[in-house]
């Protein structure tokens, strides 16, 4: 099946524009720009939008009622997903990792706007109690004649990698439309790997010279690399290309998680006042700081060589960045009033 042939929605303001970054390619030394997914729109923007162009026209097709995700507090994906169910005329249920707040900031915020219903799980239990959750939700929709559909964590399936082979397709064409030339590295963080999933496949059809380099924000129980591979092997199996790949041939940066998921880490909350102070670029402490970091890093070890040509895909997250406000401001000077 060809790429065109897959049904997809439009959902996206696409395509995103791809922006260099002088100042910062200067300080680094590489040839840095930056494909700004942040600006895919709806929902408040980010790069799951792209998947769920494709995850929403199959459950649009099967006259679902009822959508059901999973993802963190500050999951940009659960909160586009919350949008994406009211714009077709569905419920949104999200089952978050992590106790009820006092206070709902950032995405948490924009999920109530949305009109979800939040199920928070407790954080030791999420990973036994999730697909258990997620089915209950799915099986009292059905017992009130209202279809279920689950969405996997962060979209991350053969149909919504196809939201990032597109993203390469869409690149290629706007390289070509340049006259430059197309990335040695592209970069992106690893939360799910659904992302980097669809960049391996699309990178090979359509610019087979650029390496794809996954920063994982998280850990795995299973390594990212086996993760992706299957994931891969299964969207490049959907659209009958004949590429397969094994984990060996991921390559993930494992060294840039800090203390672990949606915690902030020193490198990422560095890189992040890095990106805002020298480009007036927003990046958040969960993903995209994190991933950030991982680039400065991979640089100052050699595993990204000077004068390199870098690609940061910029998958947007910045209502995460609000929640986080006190460990982003410690450096300024103490109350000095009287």
Known sequence: MKLEDIPRLSLGFLPTPI?????????????????????TGFGGGGNKVRKLE?????????????LITTGGHQSNHARMTAAAARKYGMKPILVLRGNRPELYQGNLLLDHLFGAEIDFLDPDAYFTEINPRMQHHADAAQARGEKAYII??????????????????????QYAASGLPTPDHIVAPVGSGGTLAGL????????????????????????????IAVMANAAAELLGYDRRWSAEEIRIENDYIGPGYSIPSEAGNAAIKLAGKSEGVLLDPVYTGKAFAGIIGCVENGSIKKDANVLFIHCGGSPALYPYADQLTSDLPPDTAS
Request: overall charge negative; proline content about 4%; charged content about 20%.
């Open 19 to 39: 922006e260099k970054l002088e100042r910062l390619s200067s300080e680094l030394g590489i040839s840095l720009s930056v494909k700004r997914d942040d600006f």
């Open 54 to 66: 494709y995850l929403m026209a199959d459950a649009v097709s099967q006259g679902v009622k009822v």
């Open 152 to 173: 996997p964590l962060g979209g991350a399936s053969a149909l919504g990698a196809m939201g990032y082979v597109n993203a390469v397709k869409e690149l290629a064409e």
């Open 200 to 227: 391996h496949v699309g990178c090979a059809m359509y610019m087979p010279s650029t390496e794809v380099v996954g920063i994982a924000v998280t850990g795995s129980a299973v390594p990212f690399s086996e993760r």
